[in-house]
């Protein structure tokens, strides 16, 4: 049912564990507990603290991306991962590329603190980020734009900032659900 957050949970009882299993062992070695003690106590405390540092995170993550997904109505189909950081959509746009463009830099505008925005290749991309706050360390968000015969392929790609952030409350798929929306509402596709 979520597979995504199964994966997430599992990185989290490790993250948090393995660091508390090996001070419980050495902890455990300076009292001159027999090694085979040692070690069985060592697991049991590491998994114990994993899965208690885990669990609320993990829940956190679930919380954080279903209000997500209810709020803003997303289509759920659009996305492998709902539960991971890394999210992708493309949207065609029926417009000139320089159209494309510049709709695309007013929706990054909706995205609260949004800043270091470059444009590069003519055009055809478009780089951001968001600032640090207390949930994440930051965003990072690519549009690349490319020409179909008549229509624009946008191509959106939003991710953490930090390689190991691992728990991002649903900000990266809102970052994409929150451009993906404003090109939608002010494009002038044919239905």
């Given at each position: 049912?979520?597979?995504g957050?199964?994966?997430?949970?599992?990185?989290?009882?490790?993250?948090?564990?393995?660091?508390?299993?090996?001070?419980?062992?050495?902890?455990?070695?300076?009292?001159?507990?027999?090694?085979?003690?040692?070690?069985?106590?060592?697991?049991?405390?590491?998994?114990?603290?994993?899965?208690?540092?885990?669990?609320?995170?993990?829940?956190?993550?679930?919380?954080?991306?279903?209000?997500?997904?209810?709020?803003?109505?997303?289509?759920?189909?659009?996305?492998?991962?709902?539960?991971?950081?890394?999210?992708?959509?493309?949207?065609?746009?029926?417009?000139?590329?320089?159209?494309?463009?510049?709709?695309?830099?007013?929706?990054?505008?909706?995205?609260?603190?949004?800043?270091?925005?470059?444009?590069?290749?003519?055009?055809?991309?478009?780089?951001?980020?968001?600032?640090?706050?207390?949930?994440?360390?930051?965003?990072?968000?690519?549009?690349?734009?490319?020409?179909?015969?008549?229509?624009?392929?946008?191509?959106?790609?939003?991710?953490?900032?930090?390689?190991?952030?691992?728990?991002?409350?649903?900000?990266?798929?809102?970052?994409?659900?929150?451009?993906?929306l404003?090109?939608?509402?002010?494009?002038?596709?044919?239905?």
């Amino acid at each position: 049912m979520f597979p995504g957050l199964l994966n997430i949970y599992f990185k989290l009882v490790l993250m948090f564990g393995l660091p508390m299993g090996i001070l419980a062992l050495v902890g455990f070695f300076i009292r001159n507990t027999p090694w085979y003690l040692s070690l069985a106590l060592a697991t049991s405390v590491g998994l114990l603290a994993g899965f208690a540092f885990a669990t609320p995170m993990a829940f956190m993550q679930l919380l954080s991306v279903r209000r997500i997904i209810r709020k803003q109505n997303i289509d759920k189909g659009r996305f492998s991962n709902l539960y991971g950081v890394t999210h992708k959509a493309v949207i065609d746009f029926w417009g000139t590329l320089s159209q494309a463009h510049d709709l695309c830099l007013k929706a990054l505008d909706n995205i609260k603190k949004v800043k270091a925005v470059n444009n590069e290749d003519e055009n055809r991309k478009i780089y951001a980020t968001t600032s640090i706050n207390y949930l994440t360390s930051g965003e990072r968000i690519s549009i690349s734009l490319s020409v179909n015969k008549d229509e624009t392929c946008i191509e959106v790609h939003s991710e953490p900032i930090s390689r190991w952030t691992i728990v991002d409350y649903g900000r990266n798929l809102r970052n994409i659900e929150i451009i993906l929306l404003y090109i939608t509402q002010h494009s002038t596709n044919p239905q």
